[in-house]
């Protein structure tokens, strides 16, 4: 069986969201997309929508590294493993 992605969506809760810019606008960080790789390794990518609001596109930003923001990743892949062992088929 070749699985080629497992990826996982985790909001960011409001205490641990920041700011970033790209382009001279500034975006809040909302939520981070987690990759399992091969090697068993993650990668997670950032991503928000503008401050100013209006239909921005969703842009996405290196991860904020903080021991807070590490644990979430961990834990929302621990979360992920489990229900994916559950998983009661279609």
């Given amino acids: 069986m070749d699985v080629n992605a497992l990826a996982l969506n985790v909001a960011i809760p409001p205490d641990l969201r920041w700011e970033d810019e790209r382009r001279g606008e500034r975006f809040e960080l909302q939520s981070i997309t987690v990759r399992l790789l091969p090697d068993g390794s993650l990668a997670a990518k950032a991503y928000g929508r503008p401050v100013a609001g209006g ?34 088929g279609m």
């Fill in 55 to 88: 239909r921005g596109t969703y842009v996405s930003f290196p991860v904020r590294r903080s021991d807070r923001i590490d644990a979430l990743i961990a834990d929302a892949a621990q979360e992920a493993s489990r229900r994916w062992a559950a998983h009661q």
